[in-house]
């Protein structure tokens, strides 16, 4: 379980983000991650909550949003988006199943903070 990891570097980066900017009061904190992270989005948000348990920021939710995974062709370079996750998904317009590069999927980043 990487979650409590990425809670803790989360909360340090929030920390610093808000006193550069001389914000006091958090809201809300959104994450982005790619489905070939392998992030668990509910281990994720009860890490957080762990991690910023009496602190100023207890009880800020946590917006996880997924980014589709991205693969591009490596015969013809159609970009496609497969369904549940599959990287070994043939093509949909040339049917080759091998050497698709991964354009999209591995991201994790904090995208968003709202403060005051
Ligand atoms: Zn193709």
Same mark, same amino acid.
């Given at each position: ?49 762990? #991690?910023?348990? *009496?602190?100023?920021? +207890?009880?800020? /939710? ?20 497969p369904?549940?996750?599959d990287l070994f998904?043939?093509?949909?317009? #040339?049917?080759? *199943?091998?050497?698709? +590069?991964?354009? /999209? ?12």
């Amino acid at each position: 379980m990487h979650e409590m990891s990425i809670a803790q570097s989360l909360v340090a980066i929030i920390k610093e983000e808000m006193e550069k900017h001389g914000l006091t009061r958090l809201h809300a904190v959104r994450v982005c991650h790619g489905r070939l992270a392998a992030l668990v989005p509910e281990a994720l948000a009860f890490a957080f909550e762990a #991690c910023t348990l *009496g602190t100023p920021m +207890e009880g800020v /939710q946590l917006e996880m949003q997924d980014i589709p995974i991205v693969l591009r062709c490596s015969q013809c370079g159609t970009e496609f988006s497969p369904e549940a996750g599959d990287l070994f998904m043939p093509c949909p317009s #040339c049917g080759e *199943g091998l050497g698709h +590069e991964v354009l /999209q999927g591995k991201e994790l980043y904090l995208d968003n903070i709202e403060a005051e």
